[in-house]
């Protein structure tokens, strides 16, 4: 039994809204079965695709895998390799760009989870930049969206070195909530059914350097609710 591979979307934040289409939007299948998950969006200066498993009970985003411009066979992390797990597709070219996660041979206990795409630009960024003085004002990054069943806008932090993406905070409607090791640092504020605003608080902090990406979400289905009830 393989649970939805749901990506809402997720994006790589630029100052650019890229909207990735997953699909199927849900998934179940016999042990031993063979899936594929397809990926796709329509930004072409986007060549960077990435993979990511959430597994229940956990707060952070494990990656699988990523091409640039193609897929190739190291494409994979060596854990999901051994997992039966593979990545294909044309990220190329001057046109939409899609690839596919396939896993083979499926077991309840490696592959039950909810799997995620992203996508971001080839060269690496690092957000804050590294500050040139001590009092800088406070960033924000926005994300927006425009599905009306859509209730819920998180965002995830991957530091630099750190394949995983860490749940920073999230808004559900107009309620807040910032994860515990964050608090200190970001603030989160605005309308999860609409924009939603993530508040560096100060970027001094050589700890909040990182890539940061948003997505929304639909807390009333039971498949999103991992990303709104944390695990006591």
Excluded at 49 to 58: E, N, P
Excluded at 76 to 89: H, Q, Y
Excluded at 91 to 100: E, I, M, V
Excluded at 149 to 168: E, I, M, N
Aim: net charge neutral; with cysteine; glycine share 6%.
């Amino acid at each position: 039994l393989l649970p939805p591979s749901r990506l809402l979307f997720l994006l790589h934040l630029e100052g650019i809204k890229v909207q990735i289409h997953q699909t199927p939007s849900a998934l179940i299948r016999k042990v031993g079965e063979d899936v594929q998950l397809v990926c796709s969006h329509g930004h072409i200066d986007y060549r960077v695709m990435l993979w990511y498993q959430w597994l229940a009970g956990d707060l952070a985003l494990k990656l699988i895998g990523y091409g640039y411009s193609e897929f190739r066979n190291d494409s994979v992390e060596e854990t999901f390799r051994k997992s039966r797990f593979s990545l294909a597709g044309d990220l190329s070219g001057n046109k939409n760009r899609s690839g596919s996660l396939f896993i083979k041979n499926l077991s309840p206990q490696e592959h039950t989870a909810t799997y995620f795409c992203a996508a971001r630009k080839a060269q690496y960024t690092k957000h804050p930049p590294a500050p040139h003085k001590n009092h800088l004002p406070a960033d924000c990054l926005t994300l927006a969206h425009e599905i009306p069943s859509y209730d819920t806008v998180l965002w995830y932090q991957r530091s630099p070195g750190d394949t995983a993406l860490k749940l920073v905070a999230y808004i559900y409607y107009k309620i807040p909530k910032v994860e515990p090791p964050f608090e200190s640092h970001f603030k989160v504020s605005g309308d999860g059914e609409k924009k939603a605003h993530l508040h560096i608080l100060n970027l001094t902090h050589s700890e909040d350097s990182g890539d940061y990406f948003g997505a929304a979400s639909l807390h009333g289905d039971k498949e999103s609710d991992f990303l709104i009830q944390k695990p006591q």
